[in-house]
């Protein structure tokens, strides 16, 4: 059983949105905070939102600030990120990733910080 699997992902004109679901079990379930990045070829994957799983606390890139909203369900054991106001600069494979770390380490969420992650999901915005 994969410990995160991720869904939502597609294809929208700019403009439109996308909500991006991850369901987390195992271990990854016990994780304190749940995070989204994003990753284009050639390219460093870079952290768009992170939520505390229990307080809520969240950090937003500032490339998605006021259009993303990051979510946890605590009875579903599920993130979610909605994306609103989409631009083609937003075309990514996104990922979602689960772990135990330091309140520190959501504001500022690095790749190396989360052991567990997800498939990945493509997300494509045209104009």
């Known amino acids: 059983q994969e410990p995160l699997v991720e869904s939502g992902g597609g294809s929208v004109q700019a403009g439109g949105s996308l909500r991006l679901s991850c369901v987390a079990s195992?271990?990854?379930?016990?994780?304190?905070?749940m995070a989204w990045f994003r990753q284009v070829p050639g390219k460093a994957r870079e952290a768009v939102a992170s939520?505390?799983?229990?307080?809520?606390?969240?950090y937003y890139a500032d490339s998605v600030k006021g259009r993303f909203t990051i979510d946890y369900d605590i009875a579903k054991n599920t993130a979610y990120l909605q994306m609103n106001t989409l631009q083609p600069e937003d075309t990514a494979m996104y990922y979602c990733?689960?772990?135990?770390?330091?309140?520190?380490?959501?504001?500022?969420?690095?790749?190396?910080?989360?052991?567990?992650w997800g498939q990945g999901t493509q997300v494509t915005v045209s104009l």
């Open positions: 195992g271990i990854a379930a016990d994780s304190n905070c």
């Open positions: 939520i505390y799983t229990g307080g809520g606390a969240q």
């Open positions: 990733a689960a772990d135990r770390v330091s309140f520190a380490t959501m504001l500022s969420p690095t790749e190396a910080k989360f052991n567990y």
